[in-house]
């Protein structure tokens, strides 16, 4: 007879086929929000659907209670030009289920998903317990889980699934993207210029290769500058009027977006102007009991580069989950099979020793 691991196992791993098979890029979910409303209807799990976010409450829900958020998306990227394999045919080979969002995110979405349905029906828990798939994680949406977050109860503290290799990061760099101008004077290219905008550029490129911000975080590092666009010029025989960056600025945890903007609009020597200043870097404690649960699990800490939904959070998150980020976005994306297994049984075992059930823990 099978033990509930196994079935939920089976039952996240075929919802992540289903998923894999259904296109579901940002903005464009309704398909899988429909199939993951039906996964929890199997389980006699009713759930809420604010667009094409889905979200399920604890059977024994106490408004008394903090809260825990179980999160992650269900949206994806497009598929890059050099995958050689369909990306929307879910197939196993030597262990691996390939499929456009297999890793980013779905294995931990289906993952804490499983883990939901096992603690649905549990009484007297610490927390209560919330799972939100949400939509267009990818593109940082206003009907992302930014957008949803005002229709649930206040959050203290949230599981935001992404792949870590089970590993638990307890921070992750914000993100501001700027858009700078070098300006110069226009002029035929016959003609003398001293002030030739693409030549002018050189010392600013140099500039934003060379700054460094004078805090550095001990579980983040350095705040990262990089320029990734550059434009400028429409024809051979005419020196343009000036050059646009776009500068990707990834922050840690020891400055707010505010501040770097702040600083570089001060500092830097073009014209510059952020985007957004909403994407700010997210932390939890390491004494905070969910880490403290994890690391007694021989999890082990770091400090993510990459963004997730936590920039929505204004709470403290933790982003774990099965899967590896390097694989995230890549040709022939994959996560391996024993990896939902071992996140599913993790995430359990987690939340038994964070919602003080320690007894009820699965053998790892």
């Known amino acids: 007879m099978k033990n509930e691991l196994q079935i939920l196992t089976e039952k996240a791993l075929g919802l992540l086929k289903d998923l894999i098979s259904t296109p579901s890029f940002s903005s464009e979910e309704e ?9 929890f209807h199997e389980f006699g799990i009713p759930v809420k659907r604010w667009h094409n976010n889905v979200y399920a409450f604890n059977k024994y829900f106490d408004p008394s209670k903090p809260t825990l958020l179980l999160n992650s998306h269900h949206d994806t990227v497009k598929p890059n030009k050099a995958y050689t394999r369909d990306p929307f045919h879910p197939h196993i080979e030597d262990g691996k289920l390939y499929g456009l969002g297999s890793n980013d995110a779905g294995g931990s979405l289906v993952s804490l998903m499983a883990t939901f349905v096992h603690f649905y029906n549990w009484e007297n828990l610490s927390h ?35 792949p870590t290799l089970m590993q638990l990061a307890v921070a992750e760099k914000g993100l501001i993207v700027f858009d700078a101008e070098i300006k110069g004077t226009p002029s035929h ?74 600083i570089l609009e001060r500092e830097a020597p073009c014209a510059i102007k952020p985007r957004s200043l909403r994407l700010n870097s997210s932390s939890i404690s390491r004494d905070h009991l969910l880490v403290q649960a994890g690391i007694a699990l021989g999890r082990e800490t770091y400090g993510s580069p990459t963004l997730s939904d936590q920039a929505a959070l204004d709470c403290q998150s933790l982003k774990l989950g099965p899967g590896d980020s390097t694989r995230s976005h890549s040709a022939d994306e994959f996560i391996y099979v024993r990896e939902v297994e071992e996140g599913i049984q993790l995430y359990i075992n987690l939340l038994h020793k964070f919602l003080e059930k320690p007894e009820q823990s699965l053998d790892l």
Do not use: M
Not at 31 to 39: G, K, M, Q, S, Y
Not at 133 to 148: C, F, I, P, V, Y
């Open 31 to 39: 398909n899988t929000a429909e199939a993951i409303e039906l996964w």
């Open 189 to 262: 290219a016959a003609h003398p210029n001293n002030n030739n905008s693409i030549y002018n550029s050189i010392q600013v490129l140099e500039w934003f290769k060379n700054y460094r911000f004078e805090k550095v975080s001990e579980v983040l590092g350095e705040v990262k500058l990089t320029v990734t666009q550059i434009n400028g010029g429409s024809q051979h025989n005419v020196v343009p009027a000036k050059i646009d960056l776009v500068i990707d600025a990834r922050v840690n945890d020891c400055y707010s977006n505010e501040e770097i903007a702040e």
């Open 128 to 162: 209560n317990l919330i799972i939100a798939a949400t939509a267009e994680e990818e593109t940082a949406g206003d009907k992302s889980l930014r957008g949803l977050l005002p229709h649930l109860p206040e959050i203290a503290v949230a599981i935001v699934g992404e």
